[in-house]
């Protein structure tokens, strides 16, 4: 059932707007994975794909990169600009040798040279391990996110596929028909988009042809082939954007407000996986400037789109690579420019529908301060209304206590102490940031103790350093506990929430409110 008047939104304009932050995270420029859709549903055409077979490429396509950020952490600490590295990839087939070599050349980028030569040294040892290990965390992830909005299992088991190749040399290790036509669509699409806009129709129908019976459908190449002038030449029009959504499966009907609020919480939560230091970041910005919002007096109508720019305020932090990101040190003025500029990315992607519009606007301004010091835009505070102002606050306030490559997370009692101290520095409004700190008070002393997940105690504990990015050597140190019992602690959670990979065990943790352990017994 639609919601209220303003609230129509259908799920395909949702994750329209996702794939935009996709395209960051690929090095791509935005509308990418839009124009694949676009030659993904072509090339179905073309083959007679069943309106069932269409709809399910529709979503796998939009979604198969979704999951980009499962692996960033891991991909910027063994390569270095994980965003690059990416981009980079679109110019070779990522198979045998070719791919070992394009590996080790980037294996410590940007570190001294012993940590490089540790690096390459590893992953030769490994056999690559890693990276077919980031490769199935990319796929749960992508998987898990089309589950929790609400699509049925002909788009997230196909996902689960995405780096499955026609010859059977991908992971995971399925071949040929095995499959699903969704998936060899997408692979096709996404990789002739870059060439075709890097090297015309003729650079497009030739990567296709090369990687042929190797990576991708022998079929589906020869489709492409065919109609690759007429295809793609219909995307210089510039309206992937309205092509895609006027494409849309025709039961993508109107979101109840509800299911609207449970697709931007998945997303949240795929923004915060980009980063260890930020699990849960958005859901509890979220649910502390909601809260903050409703003691300052704001609207029914206020805090929900308070709530829900809390979900989406940092979008666009797929568009900064990890390196800046989880960096122990100081920034360089170059690093803090490309830290600036994420407000300015969300805003770029949350333009449309009317809903996102509205959100858009109000996430934006999470990071601009009452005293014009903020950004991106630099406003001042009579440019800040009541929730602008309120969203400032609890964005502040939940990063101080959590933890950062360069700090601990602060108590909350010296966090407190430094957020009126921000207040007395004029960079924020002194009303929100009591407001901020009574919510904050409120939901600390509402602890659960019934886990979910059948945890214990100790393992959620073990659970909330492990979607903090923590070996299990430093975990067995933090809790003055032997490896071998974090091993064992490690095995059970997997084992209780259906796990098998960190960045899967890292969404469980943010969906239930885990992230920052839990010292009940």
């Not at 055409?45 to 399910?56: N, P, W």
């Not at 100081?330 to 996102?356: D, I, Q, W």
């Not at 084992?495 to 960190?502: P, W, Y």
């Amino acid at each position: 059932m639609p919601g209220p008047a303003g609230e129509d939104v259908r799920l395909a304009e949702l994750v329209a707007t996702l794939s935009l932050a996709t395209d960051l995270g690929l090095g791509q420029p935005m509308e990418h994975v839009l124009r694949s859709c676009r030659i993904a549903l072509g090339v179905g055409a073309e083959i007679g794909l069943t309106e069932r077979e269409r709809a399910a490429a529709y979503y796998v396509t939009l979604l198969a990169w979704v999951g980009c950020t499962a692996d960033s952490a891991e991909l910027a600490g063994r390569f270095g600009d994980d965003i690059a590295l990416r981009a980079d990839t679109y110019g070779i087939d990522l198979d045998g040798l070719p791919m070992l070599a394009f590996l080790l050349r980037r294996a410590g980028a940007g570190s001294a040279p012993l940590r490089r030569a540790r690096l390459a040294a590893a992953f030769v040892v490994t056999g690559g391990r890693a990276i077919a290990d980031a490769m199935m965390a990319h796929c749960q992830v992508a998987s898990a996110f089309a589950e929790e909005v609400g699509l049925g299992p002909e788009v997230h088991g196909p996902l689960r596929q995405v780096f499955a190749r026609w010859d059977g040399r991908g992971v995971p290790e399925v071949a040929g028909e095995e499959i699903a036509m969704a998936v060899r669509l997408a692979q096709l699409a996404d990789i002739v988009e870059v060439h075709h806009r890097l090297h015309g129709v003729d650079g497009a129908v030739a990567v296709a042809e090369v990687r042929s019976g190797g990576q991708f459908d022998p079929r589906l190449v020869a489709a492409f082939t065919r109609c690759a002038p007429r295809l793609l030449g219909e995307l210089d029009d510039g309206a992937s954007w309205e092509t895609v959504i006027e494409s849309a499966p025709a039961l993508d009907a109107a979101l109840h407000p509800d299911e609207i609020d449970r697709v931007l919480t998945a997303t949240g939560d795929f923004v915060d996986l980009k980063s260890p230091f930020r699990s849960g970041h958005s859901r509890a910005v979220a649910e502390l400037a909601a809260e903050a919002g409703r003691r300052s007096g704001l609207g029914a109508d206020e805090v929900r789109d308070l709530r829900r720019a809390g979900l989406v305020h940092d979008l666009g932090r797929l568009g900064v690579p990890n390196t800046i990101w989880d960096k122990p040190g100081p920034l360089t003025a170059a690093e803090v420019e490309r830290v600036r500029l994420h407000p300015y990315f969300a805003g770029r992607m949350l333009t449309r529908p009317a809903l996102l519009a509205r959100v858009g606007a109000l996430a934006i301004t999470h990071a601009e301060r009452l005293d014009g010091s903020g950004y991106p835009r630099a406003l001042p505070g009579a440019a800040l209304g009541p929730a602008a102002r309120v969203l400032a606050a609890a964005d502040v306030y939940q990063a101080m206590v959590e933890p950062r490559p360069y700090r601990a997370a602060l108590p909350p009692p010296q966090a407190g102490a430094e957020l009126r101290g921000e207040v007395r520095a004029g960079r924020l409004d002194g009303g929100a940031v009591e407001a901020v700190l009574a919510a904050a008070g409120h939901r600390a002393g509402a602890r659960r103790v019934v886990r979910p997940g059948g945890l214990t105690a100790r393992e959620a504990q073990v659970l909330a350093a492990l979607a903090r990015g923590a070996s299990n050597r430093e975990i067995a140190r933090r809790l003055v506990i032997a490896e071998k019992t974090v091993r064992n602690h490690v095995e059970h959670i997997y084992a209780k929430i259906d796990v098998s990979t960190r960045a899967a065990a890292t969404l469980f943790a943010m969906r239930h409110g885990l992230v920052d352990g839990d010292s009940g017994e």
